[in-house]
T-cell receptor, first 115, second 110 residues
């Protein structure tokens, strides 16, 4: 069964540094998402992306965050200047269609630790 | 935004027991998914179930969309069922984001 793959599985970064989290969505999927889960809390939506532009974003997704689909397979989340509170598990997901009748498929996550 | 409430928040079972996890949501939804988060943090998709009933082995789920709830049944529980179970919904007319509930933390004891 096709999978969403995320790299790296664990990233340790100094506060203030830039970090890029990478995802390869399922190949025929058109909609891509990033979610965040702070340790011990529920999973929160960050952003959705379709046709090379952001379609929805949450209030968490402020100016320090950006997303990009640099080529035909990768989908990235960049955090420009990391803060301690950015420490979390970041999940990438993809779906065939953006609304109704299609589940979102999640990757295994990248655990980001900010020191 | 839509509210998603899961109950119970914590559950301890003896191996072999059955359980029912509940997910209530405050408005109509296009999509509902159940996930199992294992001890390594991975989110395993269990069911895509915006309505009706589905079964997969020892697990089954029922969503009654008109009454705004979904149930996840675990039968003959095993220690490997331990972890956190999340319900997530996609709100009608609110884009394609999933809103997650707070989860049910399940521990199955041998």
């Amino acid at each position: 069964e096709p999978e969403v793959t995320q790299t790296p599985s664990h990233q340790v970064t100094q506060m203030g540094q830039e970090v890029i989290l990478r995802c390869v969505p399922i190949s025929n999927h058109l909609y891509f998402y990033w979610y965040r889960q702070i340790l011990g809390q529920k999973v929160e939506f960050l952003v959705s992306f379709y046709n090379n532009e952001i379609s929805e974003k949450s209030e968490i997704f402020d100016d320090q965050f950006s997303v990009e689909r640099p080529d035909g397979s990768n989908f990235t989340l960049k955090i420009r200047s990391t803060k301690l509170e950015d420490s979390a598990m970041y999940f990438c997901a993809s779906s065939l269609q953006g609304i109704s009748n299609q589940p979102q498929h999640f990757g295994d996550g990248t655990r980001l630790s900010i020191l | 935004g839509i509210q998603v409430e899961q109950s119970p928040p914590d559950l301890i079972l003896q191996e072999g027991a059955n359980s029912t996890l509940r997910c209530n949501f405050s408005d109509s939804v296009n999509n509902l998914q159940w996930f199992h988060q294992n001890p390594w943090g991975q989110l395993i998709n269990l069911f895509y179930i915006p309505s009706g009933t589905k079964q997969n082995g020892r697990l089954s789920a029922t969503t009654v969309a008109t009454e705004r709830y979904s149930l996840l049944y675990i039968s003959s529980s095993q220690t490997t069922d331990s972890g956190v179970y999340f319900c997530a919904v996609e709100h009608n007319n609110a884009g394609n984001m999933l809103t997650f509930g707070g989860g049910t933390r399940l521990m199955v004891k041998p």
